[in-house]
Nanobody, 115 residues
Framework: QVQLVESGGGLVQPGGSLRLSCAAS????????MGWYRQAPGKERELVAH???????NYADFVKGRFTISRDNSKNTVYLQMNSLKPEDTAVYYC?????????WGKGTLVTVSS
C-alpha cells in the first residue's frame, strides 16, 4: 500500500554530482526509516545510507564525506546528494522505506559514472 517514486538518476562524469529523490505515497506510517541501497550487475544489493524521523543518519563507509542523505517529512520524501562521484558508484539505486508494517522498495534508478 506504499508506493515509492524515484527520480534523478542519469549519466555523470567522474567527480560530478547527482541528486536523487524518492517520494512515498499511500499508507504512510508516522514512524519510519527511509534510505537508499544500490546494486551493480552481478553483485549483491548494499546499503548506501539511512535516515530516521529524528534526523539520525548512517552511511556506508565508501560514501562518507561524499554523499548526504536528507528528508522532508512534510512531503514524505528522501534525498541523496551525491558528490565526487566515482566509476565504482555506478549501480541501480533503490529507494527503501521501512515501517513496523513492512518494508517497501522503489523500482530503482540507474546512476552511471563514466567519462
Amino acid at each position: 500500500q506504499v508506493q515509492l517514486v524515484e527520480s534523478g538518476g542519469g549519466l555523470v562524469q567522474p567527480g560530478g554530482s547527482l541528486r536523487l529523490s524518492c517520494a512515498a505515497s499511500g499508507s504512510i506510517f508516522s514512524i519510519n526509516v527511509m534510505g537508499w541501497y544500490r546494486q551493480a550487475p552481478g553483485k549483491e544489493r548494499e546499503l548506501v545510507a539511512h535516515i530516521y524521523n529524528s534526523g539520525y543518519t548512517n552511511y556506508a563507509d565508501f560514501v562518507k564525506g561524499r554523499f548526504t542523505i536528507s528528508r522532508d517529512n512534510s512531503k514524505n520524501t528522501v534525498y541523496l546528494q551525491m558528490n565526487s562521484l566515482k566509476p565504482e558508484d555506478t549501480a541501480v539505486y533503490y529507494c527503501n522505506y521501512q515501517t513496523p508494517r513492512g518494508t517497501y522498495w522503489g523500482k530503482g534508478t540507474l546512476v552511471t559514472v563514466s567519462s
